[in-house]
């Protein structure tokens, strides 16, 4: 007798609890499943409810460097569930080595900008991709106050059919915190910058199952006396050298990426089988 009313009791909890979870999707239309790190903006609501809820089998993290010129690998990355691209790197004219399809947009507050010149294109053309806008506090703050987060939101606000999500400033932390974790070093106090090539490994580190990477050399490749010289975006060939660019920044006493030891992280990352390195091998 005690079993079945403990049952029904049980029962009765379920029960209620569905109950309160169907209100709350009637009146608000959505429910907070998700990835809490990666908030979304919606049109008129500066600091939205609603999280990132996206997983992928296979995902492509598709580097902008000069690395993939010639790779001849746009139809392998294209046939992967999700192609995960960084900041505005174009695809017109690069399909054959960089693919045509775009998932996830990883961008840089200091990129955003870039965005905005081609915003039909991106906002309306690209409606479908989700944009991840990540940056410090004082360009991020949701209290008007935040010079790129106001931006975005007006971008929300003028194309509604957009997904635009920014980064946590506890999901920032966080990140920070796995610099410091794999390297020994306080990212504030060394005087670095988390590129976004590091918050687009670490956000498909959360949503993909398997990740191929393409057009990322290892930390060791400058270091080599025959290295080849590539531009160190593939879609401005005439500007600045790739390891030129990394060397500089990783002996920056402030405010440098340090790409090189970013690399040999991500070389730690793979031993551990999720990640590959597809073009260029590693």
């Not at 029904?8 to 499943?33: A, F, M, P, R």
């Not at 790779?71 to 695809?91: F, K, Q």
């Not at 080599?224 to 790739?242: A, G, I, K, M, W």
């Amino acid at each position: 007798m005690k079993s079945l009313k403990f049952r029904w009791l049980l029962l009765l909890l379920i029960t209620l609890s569905l109950l309160l979870w169907y209100n709350h999707v009637s009146k608000t239309g959505e429910v907070d499943l998700g990835l809490r790190g990666y908030v979304r903006i919606s049109p008129g609501i500066r600091s939205s409810s609603r999280y990132l809820a996206l997983r992928c089998a296979r995902c492509a993290v598709v580097s902008s460097s000069g690395q993939v010129l010639g790779s001849r690998r746009g139809r392998e990355i294209d046939g992967h569930e999700c192609v995960i691209r960084m900041n505005a790197a174009p695809t017109r004219g690069f399909e054959a080595d960089v693919g045509n399809r775009t998932t996830v947009r990883v961008v840089s507050h200091s990129s955003v900008r870039r965005l905005l010149r081609h915003e039909a294109f991106f906002f309306q053309q690209e409606a479908n991709t989700r944009y991840v806008v990540w940056g410090p506090e004082q360009n991020m703050r949701h209290d008007g106050k935040g010079r790129v987060f106001n931006v975005i939101a007006k971008m929300a606000l003028k194309y509604p059919g957009t997904h635009i999500y920014v980064v946590s400033r506890e999901k920032m932390m966080k990140c920070d915190r796995v610099f410091q974790n794999e390297t020994g070093k306080n990212r504030m106090k060394s005087g670095a910058f988390l590129s976004t090539g590091f918050f687009t490994m670490i956000f498909a580190l959360d949503v993909c199952d398997s990740i191929n990477v393409y057009g990322m050399i290892d930390g060791s490749y400058c270091g080599l006396t025959n290295y080849s010289s590539v531009p160190y975006h593939y879609y401005e060939p005439n500007r600045l050298d790739e390891c030129g660019m990394y060397k500089v920044h990783e002996r920056a006493r402030r405010g440098g990426h340090r790409f090189i030891t970013e690399k040999q992280i991500y070389r730690r990352w793979a031993s551990q089988g999720k990640l590959k390195f597809r073009y260029p091998t590693w």
